[in-house]
């Protein structure tokens, strides 16, 4: 099938200063699609939480249909431990969050065993706040007004909920720090716990064990490095950089377009072994083995559609 790209904007905004150690970003999107528009998303260990109005959206685990939502324009998705795909067509507006697990937790007031590898339409949860908020977000006249609504309703959100278990939220960012490279029985002694408290712990709250958290950091942070083909650090021996180096974009799908000879010849110029060593696999073989589970393609197919669709 060829791809369509859909016409529309983004628009960022940023949270207030009290709430950026809670959320990166705000992203304002209004797009329209006159063909189904179909795109792959990756697994993270992050929730993502779309508060959305206009077009459906049908969002799809291909491991299981229960997984999945049907028709919703505006849903929360767990901490996911392989990819999924969304499915659109028509004029879709919203806003969309990357959330890590513990601030999603205090948010949405429920333990995220309740939301792993699932997507949930947010008129499911529980108190319906989100779903009241959604319809508030649409009925704002601007964009500035959408963000500070989020903010004064998160900000309210945060304050009424519990912290986190400080024990859990220092492992949290002690995963983080390491890019998911240091060991988790480390990181169990660090805290006095066994690794089956560690891991029960990890599941109740997070929604996955920490050693899947590990490989998922891990993998995020070779998907950043994808967007370093242009150095030497990871281009094979003697092989230059191809003329059109540059950003590619965020959620190109492999299965879109085919890659132009210019992006074939950039990613077989690629030293995928430096790669994988830079980012703490063990080996290319071991890369690209998590590439498949968690995006559903190989990086190199990742990255000539990035380079195809920004060219």
Excluded at 82 to 96: A, D, I, L, Y
Excluded at 234 to 261: H, I, K, Q, T
Excluded at 262 to 272: G, H, I, L, P
Aim: charged share 20%.
């Amino acid at each position: 099938m060829t791809a369509v790209a859909p016409v529309g904007e983004m628009v960022l905004g940023l949270p207030e200063v009290s709430l950026r150690p809670f959320v990166d970003r705000y992203v304002g999107y209004r797009e329209q699609a006159d063909l189904p528009l179909v795109r792959r998303e990756s697994a993270g260990v992050f929730v993502v939480l779309i508060l959305g109005w206009g077009a459906p959206l049908e969002v799809t685990d291909p491991r299981s249909a229960e997984r999945g939502a049907s028709g919703v324009d505006s849903f929360v998705a767990g901490t996911f431990d392989g990819w999924c795909t969304t499915r659109t067509m028509g004029v879709g507006e919203g806003v969309e969050l990357l959330l890590a697990p513990l601030t999603a937790r205090r948010l949405l007031g429920l333990p995220l065993s309740e939301l792993t590898n699932r997507a949930v339409g947010v008129g499911q949860l529980p108190g319906r706040w989100l779903d009241r908020l959604r319809g508030q977000l649409a009925d704002a006249a601007t964009w500035p007004e959408r963000f500070a609504l989020l903010d004064r309703v998160l900000t309210g959100r945060l304050a009424a909920s519990p912290p986190a278990d400080a024990r859990l939220d220092w492992a949290w960012r002690w995963l983080v720090a390491s890019g998911g490279q240091e060991g988790v029985g480390v990181l169990a002694d660090e805290l006095g716990w066994s690794r089956r408290h560690l891991a029960s712990r990890f599941r109740q709250e997070i929604g996955l064990p920490p050693k899947m958290v590990a490989r998922l950091l891990r993998f995020q942070h070779a998907c950043t490095a994808l967007s370093d083909v242009g150095s030497h650090a990871v281009l094979a021996p003697g092989a230059r950089p191809p003329s059109d180096a540059g950003p590619f974009a965020a959620d190109a799908d492999p299965s879109g377009p085919g890659p132009s000879a210019t992006s074939s010849a950039r990613a077989q110029a690629v030293d995928w072994a430096a790669v994988a060593a830079r980012c703490g696999y063990y080996d290319q073989s071991h890369l690209i083995r998590d590439f498949h589970q968690f995006a559903g393609a190989t990086p190199a197919a990742l990255l000539s559609a990035r380079s195809t669709l920004a060219g």
